[in-house]
């Protein structure tokens, strides 16, 4: 039985097909996120990407920023119960989840069976988001998947004392014109990401085991300094960025078993 979750971000849509609740067959991401034809095409992509018609998937989930405006989806979930529930497949014995994607960073306890317990959230601004990493790649002049390689490659650390991303952005300029190191002035950038996010995580308390998702988990620079702040080892699942998709199919398949029950 087939079951089909997609998450319709801020910035990226991402799909997933699972069969029987426990195999993820095929996944889809489109960098394009709500208001375009991003779900559209991130759906298409996950069908042909399995060899499957829309026919034959027996339930599809919506979640994410951008699920009201999805009709093709038989239902719908928030993120956080769906982020929740993907990385309890991928990750079981996780409890803490630091999820960070384009707009806002969530951190989210979870129990054993992959559900919600309680969560808390970035205020309305892009610190510590993938959008303030969006930001500073554009003008360290980078794509914002080379930005974790980078950091890594630092010496030392450009400290970077603005939050706010519009301040910070000038900041960076200054910076860049004071010929500092690209390597570490991007470690600065991530430790900005890391300190703000780890604040946040303090706040609702950290039980382990401890995993990241969102696209942000893809920057090995800033899991790094997250495990550094929080003093804790971070598990990051190669698909971190579509826990939200996963965990979107396996609550379809869920609901489909309680409905023949
Ligand atoms: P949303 O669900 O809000 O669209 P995502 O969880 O998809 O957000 O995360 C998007 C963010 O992840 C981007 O803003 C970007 O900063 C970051 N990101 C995306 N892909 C990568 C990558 N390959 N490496 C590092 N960071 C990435």
Redesign the pocket.
Same mark, same amino acid.
């Given at each position: 039985m087939l079951t089909l979750g997609i998450?319709i971000?801020?910035?990226?849509c991402?799909a997933a097909i699972i069969k029987d609740g426990q195999e993820i067959i095929s996944r889809g991401l489109i960098q394009l !996120?709500t208001g375009t034809i991003g779900p559209r095409e991130v759906f298409a992509l996950v069908l042909s990407n399995a060899g499957v018609s829309r026919e034959q998937i027996k339930r599809v989930m919506v979640t994410?920023?951008g699920r009201f405006t999805f009709e093709e989806a038989d239902s719908q979930k928030s993120e956080l119960s769906c982020h929740a529930k993907g990385v309890n497949f991928l990750f079981p014995t996780v409890r803490t989840i630091i999820d960070i994607?384009?707009?806002d960073v969530k951190i989210l306890k979870v129990s054993s069976r992959g559900l919600l317990e309680n969560f808390v959230m970035n205020e309305k601004c892009a610190a510590g988001t993938?959008?303030f990493?969006?930001v500073m790649a554009r003008i360290v002049n980078v794509r914002?998947?080379e930005?974790?390689e980078i950091g890594l490659r630092a010496t030392e650390e450009v400290s970077i004392s603005n939050v706010c991303t519009v301040f910070a952005e000038s900041e960076v300029i200054s910076k860049l014109s004071a010929n500092v190191r690209i390597e570490d002035l991007v470690n600065g950038i991530h430790r900005s990401v890391a300190k703000r996010v780890s604040a946040l995580a303090f706040r609702n308390g950290i039980i382990p085991d401890v995993a990241m998702s !969102?696209?942000?988990a893809?920057?090995k620079g800033v899991v790094a300094l997250m495990e550094q702040e929080l003093k804790t080892d971070i598990m990051v699942h190669p698909d971190c960025?579509l826990a939200g998709a996963i965990g979107a199919a396996v609550l379809a398949y869920e609901e489909l078993i309680k409905d023949k029950n």
């Amino acid at each position: 039985m087939l079951t089909l979750g997609i998450d319709i971000g801020s910035t990226a849509c991402k799909a997933a097909i699972i069969k029987d609740g426990q195999e993820i067959i095929s996944r889809g991401l489109i960098q394009l !996120g709500t208001g375009t034809i991003g779900p559209r095409e991130v759906f298409a992509l996950v069908l042909s990407n399995a060899g499957v018609s829309r026919e034959q998937i027996k339930r599809v989930m919506v979640t994410g920023y951008g699920r009201f405006t999805f009709e093709e989806a038989d239902s719908q979930k928030s993120e956080l119960s769906c982020h929740a529930k993907g990385v309890n497949f991928l990750f079981p014995t996780v409890r803490t989840i630091i999820d960070i994607g384009g707009q806002d960073v969530k951190i989210l306890k979870v129990s054993s069976r992959g559900l919600l317990e309680n969560f808390v959230m970035n205020e309305k601004c892009a610190a510590g988001t993938g959008k303030f990493l969006d930001v500073m790649a554009r003008i360290v002049n980078v794509r914002v998947d080379e930005l974790g390689e980078i950091g890594l490659r630092a010496t030392e650390e450009v400290s970077i004392s603005n939050v706010c991303t519009v301040f910070a952005e000038s900041e960076v300029i200054s910076k860049l014109s004071a010929n500092v190191r690209i390597e570490d002035l991007v470690n600065g950038i991530h430790r900005s990401v890391a300190k703000r996010v780890s604040a946040l995580a303090f706040r609702n308390g950290i039980i382990p085991d401890v995993a990241m998702s !969102g696209g942000v988990a893809l920057n090995k620079g800033v899991v790094a300094l997250m495990e550094q702040e929080l003093k804790t080892d971070i598990m990051v699942h190669p698909d971190c960025q579509l826990a939200g998709a996963i965990g979107a199919a396996v609550l379809a398949y869920e609901e489909l078993i309680k409905d023949k029950n």
